[in-house]
């Protein structure tokens, strides 16, 4: 029996992870700037502070490389840190330390350290905050061997992935849609870890597999609805887990539906699209009845005003016709 | 390594005979590591340490066992001085399976868990963030440890260096700032990268205590480096010591120096860390010329095994390619 079921949002599903971890291992702790006092840029850690104290929700200056690299060291010297980046953009400052250090000191010393870092950040467009806070870049997180990437496109993977992650020895990235903070519903009472290894299928449906991920997963979702109105059954895959990819359950859905459109809030152009495109190719092109289709954001930095960000990024009429074109229909 | 404790390093004869053996190991396996890569036994890039040995050995002086060391690519000195094995360390340079890091790292990748030597860092300043963090691991573990970490003048150039010393100072954590003053930024003089060339200085911005010592001379380092843990140990925040050095040799095996003057390295040379420091102690009765010699031949044994080693070492096999990139998962 699951327990009763409570309304909660996915800020704070976020936030209960992290309060849940920090009660449960004591050398959890969060760091990142503004998530003390100011409570978070998106207020996933508000409260936190007045909990935990300042040693273990620790506001950093303005030092990406400086406390991302604090946080894979603290990791070596035996904490479990959590290290929030405002948003994808910015960590592009730290890019240095997940590539170079978190990535490679496992290999690079023969196996004798490994580094258990969290690295948490927000990603995607749709707020109207134009072309340095908006884009979609975990793709190339997702190209670096050493670490690994998860993005929760649910309230129970909101609340579920991070304990999971900490307990991996190695890094791992989570990417947080930024237009997912908001998203209210209804999560388990006792909802708790969850698996980072599985692609999950969020809808079944016969004739066409629509594999996606984080803040495309309800847009991919209510283009199946109408598809369904049409007579359509659509298959929604979460991928969850950027990398490693679940080879396992994209293939065996695209088996049985024959058809495959991917959608991806990255650019098209060396997208993770692209890369699951291609192993579909290599691994099921003899069951396929259509060209792979991808629906991915157009080939242009994210502009400020509304309606050209809008069409910058995958929207269900544009999923739909995707899905159409795979049926010839 | 010889762990004194206090402030003060102790000259007696046996403290005197392990400083210059200490020295004369690092000598004496670089200048067969520059012959083995001529013999393309060793490949890749490799950076000699030749003229900087004070500096990784008068400070590894300062630290205990359970300190931990961070330093770069240049640092087959500190790996030596802090007490890992020659012959791992030279298997390394082989990238045989044996060596210290299994072969995967390489000269620029030293590391070692046993000695708390976390690397062999070949982005510079990439390290100093690292340390960092070890320190702040170690506050909050309440361990009363210190994290030193060493890097070349040409680091304080990065945005790493400024963004690690601001959050050292401002948490006041237990790091050692090692810079290790050698005048050029692999071929760019000092003057040319930096507008304040009186690079301890810039620990004052941060309000962070620092000292100049003289890195050709090992006793001065080991003082300084003394001082500076003490102070640290005893809770006063991070230090920054900066040892003025230089490097005889060329930055790595492909550079022609064609940014300095043979009299210049001439001059540095006549500041020989090794023979300063014997010549004092030869005239200070502090060690005799037999000492000397004993300790050439033990460092020439021990060299020789080191290589006898690396050549006994194994190739790891293909079929491992892509081992330690993830830890391995126990079976769900």
Known sequence: ?329 | MTAQQGAKPRLDRAHVRHLLAQMVRIRRFEEKCAELYTQEKIRGFLHLYVGEEANAVGVMQALQPDDAIVATYREHGHALARGIGMGPVMAEMYGKQEGCSRGRGGSMHIFDAATRFYGGNAIVGGGLPLAVGLALADRMRGLPRVSACFFGEGAVAEGEFHESMNLAALWRLPVLFVCENNLYAMGTALELSESETDIHLKAQAYRMASEVVDGMDVVAVEAAARRAVAAIRAGNGPFFLECRTYRFRAHSMFDAQLYRSKDEIEAWKHRCPIERFTNWALGANELHPQDVATIESDVAAEVAAAVDFAEAGTWEPVEDLCRDVYTPRAAS
Request: net charge negative; aromatic share 6%; charged share 20%.
């Open chain 1, 1 to 329: 029996m699951s327990s009763p079921a409570v309304t909660t949002t996915y800020r704070e599903a976020v936030r209960a992870a992290i309060r849940e971890a920090m009660q449960r291992d004591e050398r959890v702790f969060l760091m990142g700037e503004d998530v003390g006092r100011y409570g978070g840029c998106y207020a996933v850690s508000k409260g936190l502070l007045d909990e935990f104290g300042p040693e273990r929700i620790r506001d950093t200056p303005l030092s990406e490389a400086g406390f991302v690299g604090a946080g894979i060291g603290a990791a070596m010297g035996g904490m479990r840190p959590i290290v929030e980046v405002m948003t994808v953009n910015f960590s592009m400052l730290c890019l240095d330390q997940i590539l170079n250090s978190a990535a490679t000191i496992r290999h690079m010393s023969g196996g004798q350290f490994s580094i258990p870092v969290v690295i948490r950040m927000a990603t995607g467009a749709g707020r109207q905050l134009a072309a340095q806070h908006s884009h979609s870049l975990e793709n190339i997180y997702a190209h670096i061997p050493g670490i690994r990437v998860v993005a929760p496109a649910t309230l129970a993977d909101a609340r579920g992935m991070l304990w999971t992650a900490l307990e991996d020895p190695d890094p791992v990235m989570i990417f947080e849609n930024v237009m997912l903070y908001n998203m209210s519903g209804e999560l388990a009472a006792d909802a708790g870890a969850v698996d980072i290894d599985r692609a999950a299928i969020r809808r079944p449906g016969r004739d066409v597999s629509l594999i996606t991920y984080g803040g495309s997963l309800a847009k991919t979702l209510a283009a199946a609805e109408q598809l369904a109105g049409d007579g359509i059954e659509a298959e929604v895959i979460d991928l969850r887990t950027l990398r490693p990819l679940d080879d396992a359950t994209i293939m065996e859905s695209v088996g049985r539906t024959r058809r495959a459109v991917i959608v991806d809030e990255g650019w098209r152009t060396g997208s993770l699209a692209a890369e699951i495109g291609s192993r579909i190719v290599e691994q099921c092109f003899w069951s396929l009845d259509a060209p792979v289709g991808r629906v991915c954001s157009a080939e242009v930095p994210i502009p400020y005003p509304k309606h050209l960000e809008d069409a910058a990024l995958p929207q269900v009429p544009s999923i739909v016709a995707a899905a159409r074109a795979a049926l010839g229909r």
